[in-house]
């Protein structure tokens, strides 16, 4: 059974910054493209940012740039997405997701909140 769970989300002041992590059990890691999503309150969920099975290839949507790199361990299962200076546009529940061929999976989310 395939699971991917996020933690580190939770409130945080403008300015702030908050590292999420995402956990992969049940598939073959190393093979995964993993993307990060977030959707906030009325909004259609967007691609925050994703990095290649191999790890070389990354990117990073533009609102993002400059202020949030995401990163992966193979080794552990894990792919994390730092966040600095965040804003309180950057309020969402954030997901991340693995991709192989034909093969998606989700996790639950993580909310993470921006306000003073």
């Known amino acids: 059974q395939v699971q991917l769970v996020e933690s580190g989300g939770g409130l945080v002041q403008p300015g702030g910054s908050l590292r999420l992590s995402c956990i992969a059990s049940g598939l073959s890691f190393i093979r995964y493209s993993m993307t990060w999503y977030r959707q906030a309150p009325g909004k259609e969920r967007e691609l925050v940012a994703g990095i290649a099975a191999a790890g070389g290839t990354i990117k990073y949507a533009d609102s993002v740039k400059g202020r949030f790199t995401i990163s992966r361990d193979n080794a552990k299962s894990t792919v994390s997405l730092q966040m600095n200076s965040l804003k309180p546009e950057d309020t969402a529940v954030y997901y991340c997701?693995?991709?192989?061929?034909?093969?998606?999976?989700w996790g639950q989310g993580t909310q993470v909140t921006v306000s003073s």
């Open positions: 997701r693995a991709d192989y061929g034909s093969l998606s999976y």
